[in-house]
């Protein structure tokens, strides 16, 4: 099914209802396409949690205290002295 701009913009809900029963939705911005509207796959959903980059730095000891960590980042920027 092809859809445009427009018709994301004030047929959302109905676009969405289109791609829930299993339909791609391209849709077009002065006539070419520009983006798809594809339903998702389930082990798509799980394979988040399963890469190994997914939570990088959940162990890092400077992550403790994220305000500390960023404000010792830019300390060489705003400091005057």
């Not at 445009?4 to 791609?24: C, I, P, Q, W, Y």
């Not at 949690?49 to 920027?77: A, C, H, P, T």
Request: proline share 2%; hydrophobic share 35%; aromatic share 8%.
């Amino acid at each position: 099914m092809q859809a445009t701009a427009k018709d994301l913009r004030f047929h959302s809900t109905e676009l969405l209802n289109t791609v829930k029963r299993g339909e791609e939705v391209v849709i077009t911005y002065r006539g070419k396409p520009c983006a798809k509207l594809v339903p998702i796959v389930e082990n798509e959903i799980n394979s988040i949690d399963s890469n190994e980059l997914f939570g990088i730095w959940k162990d890092n000891k400077q992550m403790e205290d994220v305000d500390k960590y960023i404000r010792n980042i830019r300390k060489g920027r705003f400091d005057a002295s």
